[in-house]
């Protein structure tokens, strides 16, 4: 099993930055795919970001294109997700999740998940 753990959520103005981790313990073998997903109150889940852990390649969804950076420090067993300019239509639960696959940003291929961190984008 693996734990995720995710941090550094909070609240901001819109143009502001944040910077989330997630913490992964537990048998972190085999994971292929790690991704930032969230949720908005009242609305489905979606993907944000994926990143191949051998490889490095990332996919971004259209809204984090070119405002937010997946990344993950092996070494670390630590995921991250830096997020600028933000807007109040990024507010939103982050969760972080893994896949023993390389995948994309299709939810269901994704078996472990964390907590969730909240993110509060004020206009």
């Known amino acids: 099993q693996v734990l995720l753990v995710e941090s550094g959520g909070g609240s901001v103005q819109a143009g502001g930055s944040l910077r989330l981790s997630c913490q992964a313990s537990g048998e972190t073998y085999p994971i292929a795919t790690l991704a930032w997903f969230r949720q908005a109150p009242g609305k489905e889940r979606e993907g944000v970001a994926s990143i191949n852990r051998d490889e490095g390649s990332t996919v971004y969804a259209d809204s984090a294109k070119g405002r937010f950076t997946i990344s993950h420090d092996d070494s670390k067993n630590t995921l991250y997700l830096l997020m600028n300019n933000l807007k109040p239509e990024d507010t939103a639960i982050y969760y972080c999740?893994?896949?023993?696959?390389?995948?994309?940003?299709?939810?269901?291929?994704?078996?472990?998940w964390g907590q969730g961190t909240p993110v509060t984008v004020s206009s």
């Open positions: 999740a893994t896949s023993p696959w390389v995948t994309g940003l299709q939810s269901a291929r994704y078996t472990h």
